[in-house]
């Protein structure tokens, strides 16, 4: 245990110097004051508090003393005594005020202490790195960022990665209005840094930082093509659409369909999602029965939700694969099996979409006679046996279709007794589940009808605008007139 006498007047010693150095009109000639103040650090727990206050303060004058410095403050950092650490934390971003030489080195320490185990002492990191964020976004911004860690540098410790991604998560993001000035140029940073980072994230860290792009104002509603084709391509990427198709991997089929739903809204905007469904065409439609059963059905939503925004082009490679699983999900006569109605609106939805959008095309496929003026009209072939086997399909849907609806609707009134009827707050919210199951099953089979009823005549309008609302879509709200709203290398 130190002397009394000994702290006061390691304590007294700091003061004078302290005060000399305020004083001193040119500090730098300060030296033997600056260095007592590095010896002081060395001695009573007072004494190393105060010089956690001073030695930052006064660390630019005296760049032959840098080294030392620095070295001292970061044994301060790692005292037993809580509150000479965290002194020396709040002191940290000091070194950086005037010298930003040393933002990376100061970044580098205080993301080691992320996993400060004191909220006193984790509260002061992080403040201290959003102090460093605030003098220096771009460099500091740059610092944290190596230790998510890329494909070419890969992060050495994942605990203090996960630490760094928390902090960007919960700190940076939610203040990037303020942080990211000037606007255009550190968002583009910060995208450009996120897009090395992606080379090698889980799938939840590639949607946080998908979300987190799509709402930078370089990437907002007024944003050009060439940016929209950023972004799907970031996602392209993660699907990995370069790669060979395994049935067998799971992982491989999750990623590349949740990519396909990350791409929609780019596509909405006008992004191509021509990779994505050449890839489809040519590796996942061909082995559909082999996929997961629930993951079919998301990949024929995704389809159906894509297809108002495919190309002509698009359309035609793909329509001839849409036909065939058409055929077999449209049975040619009742064989007693059941019948996947979302598969079949999914489907249906689909071609119409995109026979809108080559109708001669269904000519060969469909039997149809559809006269566009094109070589492709193909009108002097015999197709009729297409077309009798296309109609006796619909036949079969129709009045499979129309049966179910007499199901559901007696059963909806059963609902509606049993609702009336229902005592506990469990069983009413039982009920009100199956009546919205049923809800959404009449709403298939009304599209299913709808879709199906233009298909008969061998010159059909197809139904290429928003009539059709899918079954698991909410309702489009009309407008209130204004006179009256993907990395995944990593395991997840």
Known sequence: ??????????????????????????????VKDYQGIIDAAKTSIKAK????????RFFKFFPDLSGPAIDTHLDLIEEEELGVRVQAIRGLPLFCKDTPEHIAKIVDIL????????????????????????QDVKASLTALFKHIGSVDEPSTDEFIREKVLSFIRDKVFPIKGELLKPQEEMERHITDLIKKSLEDVTGAEFRMFMDFLKSLSIFGEK????????????????????AQFNVSDADHIDRLISCLYMALPFVVRGASSSKFLN?????????????????????LKALAEISPYTTPQDSRQILPSIVQLLKKYMPRRKTGEEMNFTYVECLLYTFHHLAQKVPNATNSLCGYKIVTGQPSDRLGEDFSEQYKDLTERLTSVEELTRATMKKLTQGMAEHNKAMAAAKSDEAKGSIKTQKQNTTTGLRTC??????????????????????????????????VSSSNTVGYERSA
């Open 111 to 134: 993301v080691q202490l992320l996993a400060a185990e004191e909220f006193v002492e984790r509260d002061a990191v992080h403040k201290a790195l959003m102090a460093l964020l605030r």
């Open 279 to 299: 890839y489809l065409n040519k590796h996942i439609i061909p082995v559909f029965e082999k996929l997961p059963e629930e993951r079919k059905l998301d990949l």
């Open 223 to 242: 944003a050009p093509p060439e940016r929209m084709k950023e972004l799907i391509g970031i996602i392209e990427g993660q699907a990995d659409l370069d």
């Open 1 to 30: 245990m130190s002397d009394p006498s000994d702290d006061a007047s390691h304590i007294e010693k700091l003061y004078e110097f302290g005060e000399r150095l305020n004083e001193s009109k040119d500090k730098s000639q300060n």
């Open 49 to 56: 508090q105060l010089a956690a206050q001073l030695i930052p």
């Open 446 to 479: 009304n599209n299913i009808l709808a879709m199906t009823k233009p298909l008969h005549v061998k010159t059909p309008t197809f139904i290429g605008d928003k009539s059709i609302n899918l079954s698991w879509k909410e309702a489009t709200k009309p407008a």
